[in-house]
């Protein structure tokens, strides 16, 4: 086996994962609930995101402390666009960005973006937060 296909399947098994962990038990119950910053907070521990503080603080600056248009009118709040090379839990693209169908699918699309960014590999918050500048730059 080769060494990309070695990632693809670790990074399948991750998705699938997530998709377990977040997907359906937990969803139902965060689907009734307001995007208030309480809920979203306990959505990222839910999800068992890594360097909860760093993202819980990245959403709110990203939707305008959880106000803005893009959360009202895409149920996006960490500003995330459609990808086209990874899984995703978007259900099409409006305005340029990724469009959900409720709030608590943005933040497990950013589980699954985490996934990759990271690689499985458990970054502290400082080196969570310089990989994020660094993409930020790139992207």
């Given at each position: 086996?080769?060494?990309?296909?070695?990632?693809?399947?670790i990074?399948?098994?991750i998705?699938?994962?997530?998709?377990?962990?977040?997907?359906?038990?937990?969803e139902?119950?965060?689907?009734e609930k307001?995007?208030?910053?309480?809920?979203?907070?306990?959505a990222?521990?839910?999800?068992?995101?890594?360097?909860?503080?760093?993202?819980?603080?990245?959403?709110?600056?990203?939707?305008?402390?959880?106000?803005?248009?893009?959360?009202?009118?895409?149920?996006?709040?960490?500003?995330?666009?459609?990808?086209?090379?990874?899984?995703?839990?978007?259900?099409?693209?409006?305005?340029?960005?990724?469009?959900?169908?409720?709030?608590?699918?943005?933040?497990?699309?950013?589980?699954?973006?985490?996934?990759?960014?990271t690689?499985?590999?458990?970054?502290?918050?400082?080196?969570?937060?310089?990989?994020?500048?660094?993409?930020?730059?790139?992207?």
């Amino acid at each position: 086996m080769t060494r990309n296909m070695k990632y693809l399947l670790i990074f399948a098994i991750i998705v699938l994962t997530g998709f377990f962990i977040c997907g359906t038990e937990i969803e139902q119950s965060y689907k009734e609930k307001e995007c208030t910053k309480e809920n979203v907070y306990q959505a990222i521990r839910d999800c068992g995101i890594e360097n909860p503080h760093v993202v819980f603080a990245q959403m709110a600056i990203e939707s305008a402390n959880f106000g803005s248009k893009l959360k009202e009118t895409n149920n996006n709040i960490a500003g995330m666009r459609l990808p086209n090379k990874r899984e995703t839990t978007a259900i099409g693209k409006k305005r340029g960005y990724a469009f959900y169908e409720n709030w608590f699918s943005s933040v497990v699309d950013y589980l699954l973006y985490q996934k990759m960014l990271t690689h499985e590999r458990k970054l502290n918050d400082k080196q969570y937060i310089a990989k994020l500048c660094k993409r930020y730059a790139e992207d």
